[in-house]
């Protein structure tokens, strides 16, 4: 037992913290080396307080997050509208008995749960059958005009919930034909067949001129797939059961999707007296700096980074470890767009949810100001969104691209090398996101500087409040002066090769003419 472990306070069939820690991240692990998509990104999450007048916060197992990051063509950001006869299909692994009580314990308030319904809702992933969907929807995807014109997860309530989701999006009812439905386990009963969260599931919609190709692309890549049933104009979920002959389901979307009673919740205001006390004395330095190095959420995440092959694809440009040592410290991921590309997708991830316990209004502020900056009493820990103000923006010409392609200087006797540069307005340099738009999530959206929240001053300076007015602010800097410099690398010659140089010709192939615009 660690220093900073005490007594259990968990249900008994939750699995030890060191047993989740150890054993859960195996399964996540296939999906680097089975599905072969590198995991490069996350942070664990573990934290319990002492008990005081009999309460206590903190999580009951410990949380290991991954972050992934990924891109979908434009005309593929929305499902289109599909009509009656299309035909639904089911793609992936067959149905099982497994993860039958996710829907359920997803909808129940936090500790309401019993122990069977927890075991009810364990599920178990398989890598090998996600990798085979993810390449039929890529195949499909990549097509001028997609196969697939509307596409849903299977989550949590299996089929019961995804299907009827299609034709509630799409303003249709569906007919669906139990029997059709890929089925592991032949003792399920219907409601387990049409429940059931199997995973590594989706429900498509493609048009019956289309059925053709789309199985030669599914077998091709030996992916499951079965077509269930049709759209109708009759907003109705109809699950026919051919070995019964009868419906199992037979009901209209609306009473599937009515309004929902309002839930009426009663806030209950308790006084919180602070305490702040020095015992700093009391503790021994050297001590401290061992223990706090070896808490789970500090120390080397290793062992969690190891098990999972982090270079499948050949695209990472920067992984957890940093240095000669391979130590798991960085704090962003970065992969290339291709193997030629000099651009990417950077992405961080992490989270602060412990400042709520003893402040919440500094954890309310940070819905008021952008999300890397947020007011703290001790100024000197706060930073400005943007915290520095040098760009460095490599020239990308034919003779930067190799060492060995250097322009030759000397050989220009009698002309002159010219570098122009154009800068765009700062304000047309970056977006931010939206802290107040809730209803989409927070979207990053280009600053809109009618909006005093927007204003460019906001973002170059410490926050001064908790409540960011604009009155709080004594600088309201809104320019962003440009001091341009060219950064060169020389090789000077001596007096021989400088002749020799200027001399001869000099004759360069130039593969392509590069023009970049710099929009963001």
Known sequence: MRNWEGEEHKPSRIASPLAIMTEAPIGAAAFNNEFGRPATLGYFRCFETDFSDNKAFGYH????????????RDKNNFKLQIQENYLVVVLGGPAMLIGLGGGAASSVSSGESDEDLDFASVQRDNAEMERRC??????????ENSYIEFIHDVGAGGLSNAIPELAKDSELGVYIELSKIPNADKSMSPMEIWSNESQERYVLAIHKD??????KICKRERCEYAIVGITTSEKLVKLYDEANNNYPVDVPLSMLFGDLPITEIKVNSTPYEEVNEDDSESYDLTDSIVKVLQHPSVASKSFLITIGDRSVGGMVARDQFVGPYQVPVSNYSLSLRSFTSNTGEVIAIGEKPTLALNNPAASLGRANCYPCAYFEEDAGGAEPSIRGRTLHIPINAWFTLDSRCAFPLVSLQYNELEISVTL??????????DVFDNGNNFPYVQPDFNRSEFQLYRFLQTPPAIILDEENY???ISTWNADVHLLSTYCFLSKEEQERVAKNDHVYLIKDVYKTNYSQ
């Open 61 to 72: 197992k410990p949380i290991m997050l991954a972050g992934g990051i990924g891109e979908i």
């Open 134 to 143: 993810q390449e039929v929807i890529n195949k499909c995807s990549g097509q």
């Open 210 to 215: 289309n059925k053709e190709n789309f199985e």
């Open 424 to 433: 765009r307005s700062i304000r047309e340099l970056f977006i931010v996101r």
């Open 474 to 476: 004594e600088s309201t």
